[in-house]
């Protein structure tokens, strides 16, 4: 239980391309981002008494442009090692779907877990079956709906060791440049299992007219009521930021602006898979963009 007793650690802010990895914490036999840091600690022969906490977990297929990890090794390592040979020693042993693109070393009780609020981007457009000629007012309502402090029951996976109520500081529609939808943005505190893939999954069955606004509503007032909202695919979410005391705030950066393409009108099953593989191109080549930008 916070506050705990404080230690020094260095915190490594990572990104990588969900596809790879079977999601963000250790699992056995299976790659995950964790596990491969893990791996490579071992490889430096910096594990004895190493920690590696995780800040935020996602999902097989879900990336990140930003999560964090907190690194405490032995007293002798924590004297001798510097933010630079980190970052060196850990990314020249990197797969090419991982990038620590910083390190900052603190001193804390604060554990990483505990972060003010956590960003995550869904695109929309990429849920099969999306219609592009939106009512974009609609949706607005539905994210001023999701906004507050709800019981989100009916809205993630249940784990009767998490409290289903959490509070959304902001829920917003993310715009293409020509004003088209992209998807939307959603900031909390902490977010439930799944929770963003099946808030997604129900926006999309409004927009669809196979659902309602009435039954969101229905949805978040009686969460004890049996339903299934669906949950949106994985790999059209991202994790963009994490806000945390002890992490420098150069490392949050404002939502992307980049051209994205909008889906063909035509509905062509063969136009819309190779229109996909166009946006989830997009999502690389914006990660790989911005962690680009961090080293240069």
């Not at 877990?113 to 009512?135: Q, V």
């Not at 939307?184 to 129900?202: C, D, I, K, P, Y």
């Not at 009108?265 to 080549?285: G, K, V, Y």
Request: include cysteine; proline fraction near 6%.
């Amino acid at each position: 239980m916070w506050p705990g007793q404080e230690a020094e650690s260095f915190i490594l802010a990572v990104g990588y391309h969900g596809a790879a990895y079977s999601g963000s914490q250790i699992q056995p036999d299976m790659p995950t981002v964790q596990g491969e840091i893990k791996a490579i600690i071992e490889e430096l022969n910096w594990s004895e008494n190493a920690k590696i906490r995780l800040s935020s977990r996602t999902d097989a297929g879900v990336s990140a442009r930003m999560n964090l990890i907190d690194l405490e090794l032995e007293p002798s390592l924590m004297k001798n090692l510097d933010e630079s040979r980190i970052i060196r020693a850990i990314g020249d042993r990197l797969s090419s779907q991982l990038c620590v693109w910083g390190v900052s070393r603190r001193k804390s009780s604060l554990p990483i877990r505990l972060a003010s609020s956590r960003t995550y981007l869904y695109r929309l457009d990429m849920i099969h079956g999306w219609k592009n000629d939106s009512n974009q007012d609609i949706l607005e309502e539905i994210c001023s709906i999701f906004s507050g402090k709800h019981d989100f029951s009916a809205f993630s996976r249940p784990d009767p060791e998490r409290s289903p109520v959490r509070t959304v500081d902001e829920c917003a529609l993310w715009r293409r440049e020509d004003g088209g939808i992209v998807g939307f943005t959603v900031t909390a505190e902490s977010f439930l299992w799944n929770q963003v893939r099946r808030m997604a999954s129900a926006i999309n069955a409004v927009n669809n007219s196979n659902s309602s606004i009435g039954e969101i509503v229905d949805a978040l007032g009686n969460p004890g009521r049996a339903r299934d909202l669906g949950r949106a695919p994985a790999d059209a979410l991202l994790l963009w930021n994490i806000h945390h005391r002890d992490i420098p705030s150069t490392w949050v950066a404002p939502l992307p602006e980049l051209p994205f393409h909008a889906p063909p009108i035509n509905s062509d099953p063969r136009a819309i898979a190779r229109w996909r593989a166009t946006a989830l191109s997009e999502i690389h080549t914006l990660l790989e963009s911005d962690w680009t930008s961090r080293f240069t």
